[in-house]
């Protein structure tokens, strides 16, 4: 059978996709690489704006938003920790921090601690595996073909070959296959990944100094650059991780090492939990290349110095849905976020003031209004 859109991966792009898509009454096909999608390292946090996209894109798996939400068992979070510090603070002030941090023994030199709390939920974190499985299933009942547990390894005029030898033959593809999308990669494209991080799962037992019930950021410009740390609760683990644009990371071993010396701070021990590591997609070089279409990390929709591109990943896969079914339609949706995350990191990284906005960020948080300016602005 022929398809008018052959979708490859069944992340959040993917998805989106699949659903505008479908919604259309396209004939799609979607090819997942694995058996359950979402098992890729992720803090799984979707801020509110996010959250928006994700309500447009599921609207009628649910009867509203609050039944979907606890449908797909988010949590919501109101509230935030953000601790910011790092070489170049004064040293009588790091040891009072040293004497009264709750963690005890600092030796990196966090020196600052916020606690934040806004009127409404800024964050939701759910298993992906739990959601994105649940999402596919509701698109298989609708009519979309699903390949799960199979590859896509080739592509040419229309057609796609899959991991058994077998073709889809379609006329437009969309590949939603992740920072590393080998589709991208055989376009000619630079990578797409503009970070690298390091993820800890670990029960919330084994963790008790840092299992707050509030999430944490944790800003250090000597260790994560223009990036952070992020401790993410969920009912039974914690999600510890960081992430370091790749302009900075000099070395995978320099990344583990400021990994492992935060966690060693926060008094935790990685044997007892599972380490994970990732990338992010967030170098955009376009999306439309004749018939195939990119969206997600695949474009290098995610933001380099939040991490974030869950949001970015579901407004990118409706984006390229609504170029394949109008003509005429371009997207402006895209190159914006593109744009955004490139003065973001610009911003943040390349001037001057960068690493002191790091360091001083958890104080300047408390001033009124700062906090939501801030994640308007940067996420
Ligand atoms: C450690 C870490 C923490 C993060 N935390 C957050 C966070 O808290 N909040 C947030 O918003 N973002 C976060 N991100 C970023 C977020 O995970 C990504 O931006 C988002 O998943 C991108 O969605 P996507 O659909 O484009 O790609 P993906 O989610 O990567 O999905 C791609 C899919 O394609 C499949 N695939 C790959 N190759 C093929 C192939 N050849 N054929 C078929 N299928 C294929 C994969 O199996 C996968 O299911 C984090 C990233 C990392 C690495």
């Known amino acids: 059978m022929k398809y008018d859109v052959c979708i490859l991966g069944a992340g959040p792009a993917g998805l989106s996709a699949a659903f505008e898509l479908q919604n259309s009454g396209a004939r799609v096909i979607l090819v997942e690489r694995h058996t359950t999608p979402g098992s890729k390292a992720c803090g799984g946090g979707l801020t509110a704006d996010a959250m928006t ?17 606890s449908q797909l068992a988010f949590e919501p979070y109101q509230r935030l920790t953000v601790y910011s510090g790092g070489v170049g603070v004064p040293d009588f002030i790091h040891r009072l921090w040293c004497a009264t941090a709750h963690t005890g023994n600092n030796d990196i030199g966090f020196l600052f601690s916020s606690r934040l709390r806004f009127r409404t939920a800024y964050m939701h974190v759910s298993s992906r595996v739990h959601w994105q499985s649940h999402l ?26 899959l991991s058994n030898g077998s073709s889809v033959h379609a006329d437009f593809i969309v590949a939603a296959d992740g920072s590393k999308s080998r589709c991208r990669r055989q376009l000619g494209l630079p990578s797409a990944v503009g970070a690298v991080c390091r993820q800890l799962r670990i029960p919330r037992s084994l963790a008790a100094d840092a299992a707050n019930a509030a999430p944490s950021v944790w800003f250090n410009h000597d260790l994560f650059g223009a990036s952070y740390g992020w401790v ?51 170098r955009y070089a376009g999306h439309r290349f004749g018939h195939i279409f990119l969206a997600g990390d695949a474009a290098g929709m995610a933001s380099s110095v939040t991490g974030e591109g869950i949001g970015q990943a579901i407004i990118s896969g409706a984006e390229v849905a609504r170029e394949i079914l109008q003509s005429n339609y371009r997207s402006s949706i895209i190159p914006a976020l593109a744009i955004r995350h490139e003065r973001t990191f610009g911003v943040l990284s390349q001037s001057r003031p ?26």
């Not at 209004?369 to 996420?379: D, E, T, Y």
């Open 136 to 161: 596919l299933k509701s698109l298989q009942n609708k009519g979309v073909r699903v390949l799960s547990g199979m590859r896509g390894i080739g592509f040419d005029r229309k057609s796609v070959v």
């Open 354 to 379: 960068g690493p002191a906005l790091y360091r001083y960020a958890a104080p300047a948080l408390r001033f009124p209004g700062v906090a939501s300016l801030a994640i308007r602005k940067f996420s």
């Open 232 to 282: 993410f609760p969920y009912r039974h683990e914690l999600r510890i991780g960081c992430g370091v644009p790749t302009e900075l990371v000099h070395s995978a071993a320099r990344l583990k090492s400021a990994f492992f010396s935060w966690l060693s701070h926060l008094n935790i021990s990685w044997q007892q939990g599972k380490l994970e590591g990732g990338s992010i997609g967030s």
């Open 53 to 69: 996209a994700f309500s447009r894109m599921t609207a009628d798996c649910a009867s509203n938003d609050e039944a979907l939400v």
